[in-house]
């Protein structure tokens, strides 16, 4: 990753951790490391913000990202 020094060292401050550490999190460590800093659940949005409906995931234009909750939920009604 290419950063300015003066760049780098101010974001280390503002989220108390090298960047290093940062990027070689996996996706669960991401978050917890997000709702840490927030104290606040993370939540991902279902629906979508139409300036980027045709930009980015497929899967987020149909509407098909399901969270853990949602696969939680759906195995619970199969029981």
């Given at each position: 990753?290419?950063?300015?020094?003066?760049?780098?060292a101010?974001?280390?401050?503002?989220?108390?951790?090298?960047?290093?550490?940062?990027?070689?999190?996996?996706?669960?460590?991401?978050?917890?490391?997000?709702?840490?800093?927030?104290?606040?659940?993370?939540?991902?949005?279902?629906?979508?913000?139409?300036?980027?409906?045709?930009?980015?995931?497929?899967?987020?234009?149909?509407?098909?990202?399901?969270?853990?909750?949602?696969?939680?939920?759906?195995?619970?009604?199969?029981?």
């Amino acid at each position: 990753m290419y950063m300015n020094a003066e760049t780098k060292a101010s974001l280390e401050r503002i989220l108390g951790r090298p960047l290093e550490e940062i990027s070689a999190m996996d996706f669960e460590e991401e978050v917890r490391f997000v709702e840490e800093k927030t104290k606040k659940p993370l939540i991902f949005s279902k629906t979508t913000d139409p300036r980027i409906n045709g930009r980015g995931n497929p899967l987020l234009v149909r509407r098909r990202i399901v969270t853990m909750q949602d696969v939680d939920k759906k195995m619970s009604e199969l029981k």
